[in-house]
Every structure is written in structure tokens, then in C-alpha cells.
């Protein structure tokens, strides 16, 4: 590299030099105004690519490619291996907030969900702004909600619990070891939506 790099550079820097005593030679030899002009605007035109030729060429010489200084294909392998990131830390509820399930998704932000209080009651809970189109709450999902004192029925959901943190909220006892089955419990409802009827055939 250093070897090819040295004769290089030299042609670079001489060819200009050599072109500019050309061009003097020539202006000298022209006697019209028009030839001298025409002339001089070849001469910046050349001297402009040679510029931009000189520069070109040692910027390769120098040049570090700064995209690749983090990138490649190990970095983008690992930026998708989250194993070995810090977890966050388990939240506990507070005053005034409780654990719960996602028992239906209404939509809109507003889910019913059941709380883990004395009395198992299930309340209209709304999906805090922040957490919106940022965490994705589904059926069955534990959550920890913020309670509203002149609103008992109501509710905002303020975090989403991952499946290890319930299992370590689980052995906290902060959650009981069998909880309502979302599933079932949507199942039950929609079953109660039936009409039955007793009708023996007989009797027709």
C-alpha cells in the first residue's frame, strides 16, 4: 500500500502543475480575445475536476467508514440477544393500587379487569396515555392498577407484569397461586347470554 501510495500521490500533485504551464503556453500562443477566454474557462473547468479528483483520492487514502465502527453482523446479533440486559425492577403495589387480570379487552383503551382485593371485584380499567401504542395488554394479562377514591368502579392500569414477574410476585405471596381464568371467565359470561329452553317433545 505504501509503495503503490507515494507514485500516486506525486501524479496528483504534479498533473495540476503541469496543466497550468500548458495553459500559459497556449494563451501565449493565441493571439484573439475569444481563443484566450475560451481558454481560460477550460482551464478552470479542468483545474476543478483535478481539485476535486485530489481531494477524492486521499480521502480513500484517510478515510475510516464511521457506520461500520459499531455495526456488522455480530453487533446486529447481539442488539437482538436481550439476555444478558439488566431486568427491571418488580414493582409492588402502593396505596391506593391493586393487582389484577384482564378478564375482557373492550377496546379503546378500556379493559375489565379483576382485582385482587378482599372482595374480587372487577372494575372498568383505562390504559394509561403513556403506556398506549407503546405496551401491548392482552386477555389474561396481570397488571397493576392505580384505584380512584370517588370512582370505585373504575380504574387505570398503570403496569404490565411479564410472565417471570408474576411467577416472582407468586412467590412474594404478593398473588395468589390460582387466579380467575381469563378465558373461562369471558366464557361463563357469554354462556349466561344464553336462552334455554325446556321444552319436552311429547307435549307437542
Known sequence: MEKTAAPAANIVVEAPKQLAK???????RCTKPSQKE?????????????????????TKLIHIPINNIIGGRAFKRGKSDTS????????????LQEYAQV???????????????KEN????????????KKVWI???????????????????I?????DEEVSNLRKAEQLPEKSANAG??????????????????DEL
Open 103 to 117: 378478564t375482557k379487552v373492550l377496546g379503546n383503551g378500556r379493559m375489565e379487569v379483576q382485582c385482587f382485593d
Open 38 to 58: 475560451y481558454l481560460k474557462i477550460v482551464q478552470a473547468v479542468l483545474m476543478g475536476f483535478l481539485v476535486m479528483g485530489f481531494v477524492g483520492y486521499f
Open 158 to 162: 398503570v403496569q404490565k407484569y411479564s
Open 138 to 156: 392482552n386477555l389474561g394479562d396481570y397488571v397493576l392498577v392505580s384505584l380512584r377514591e370517588f370512582q370505585d368502579q373504575k380504574c387505570d
Open 121 to 132: 371485584k372487577k372494575r372498568l380499567g383505562h390504559i394509561r396515555g403513556a403506556m398506549r
Open 22 to 28: 500548458d495553459a500559459e503556453w497556449l494563451l501565449r
Open 84 to 95: 444478558g440486559q439488566d431486568k427491571r425492577e418488580l414493582v409492588f403495589k402502593e396505596d
Open 184 to 201: 373461562d371467565a369471558q366464557q361463563e359470561e357469554e354462556d349466561d347470554d344464553l336462552v334455554e329452553f325446556d321444552l319436552d317433545i
